[in-house]
């Protein structure tokens, strides 16, 4: 069973910093791996979806990377702003693609003005 | 474009009724799949549902069923509603199945 992983729970750093939020997960036959962002009681914004068989993407200020063999994926946030405060949410689709996500419980994330 | 829209936003039953949510896909997607997102957890995979049959489904038992419409919209039907399934219920549509996922805002479901 496909369990995914993130650290840290919460963090909190001061507007500008770089940050980087860590995503694991137990079995690498995975299709793709999605990173999300939620905002307290809303649904879901789609960050980045990175294929199995790609290393990063970057949007913007946002850079993911995926490292299928040891099971990690990471989403750096550059120059962080107080706008970034959210959950982000790593979630990963099993090969075959044919069954929905396995979701991490997030990392709450604080940008302090 | 039109995102994934999803009715109602709240709504408060009580225990052993019956509930159905909707959500109306984004244009031009054939697959939706429905998630459950408990307080303080990750959302958890209910079923998916392509081009209007369930073709994968999660650890959820068969009073939690679904229906997918020529159109591509959906409906959540729950029956015998239990304390525990109070959550934040999310609908996703992409563009084939295994296609990046995009999500409604949610329907908020209290059980009493």
């Known amino acids: 069973k496909q369990e995914v992983t993130q650290i840290p729970a919460a963090l909190s750093v001061p507007e500008g910093e770089n940050l980087v939020l860590n995503c694991s997960f137990t079995?690498?036959?995975?299709?793709?791996l999605q990173w999300f962002r939620q905002d307290p009681g809303k649904g879901l914004t789609s960050l980045l979806l990175i294929q199995s068989s790609q290393r990063e993407q970057t949007s913007g200020r946002l850079n993911a990377s995926l490292d299928k063999s040891s099971g990690r994926s990471t989403l750096y946030i550059a120059a962080s702003q107080p706008g970034d405060s959210a959950t982000y949410l790593c979630?990963?689709?099993?090969?075959?693609?044919?069954?929905?996500?396995?979701f991490g419980k997030g990392t709450h994330l604080i940008i302090q003005p | 474009e039109t995102g994934v829209t999803q009715s109602p936003t709240h709504l408060i039953k009580t225990r052993g009724q019956q509930v159905t949510l909707r959500c109306s896909s984004q244009s031009g997607h054939n697959t939706v799949s429905w998630y459950q997102q408990a307080l303080g957890q990750g959302p958890q995979f209910i079923f998916q549902?392509?081009?209007?049959?369930?073709?994968g489904r999660g650890n959820f038992p068969p009073r939690f069923s679904g229906l997918q419409f020529p159109n591509y919209s959906s409906e959540l039907n729950v029956n015998a509603l239990e304390l525990d399934d109070s959550a934040l219920y999310l609908c996703?549509?992409?563009?084939?199945?295994?296609?990046?996922?995009?999500f409604g805002p949610g329907t908020r479901l209290t059980v009493l």
């Open positions: 079995d690498s036959a995975i299709y793709n």
């Open positions: 549902y392509y081009r209007e049959e369930e073709n």
């Open positions: 979630a990963v689709r099993p090969a075959g693609g044919a069954d929905g996500l396995t």
């Open positions: 996703a549509s992409s563009l084939d199945r295994p296609g990046e996922q995009f």
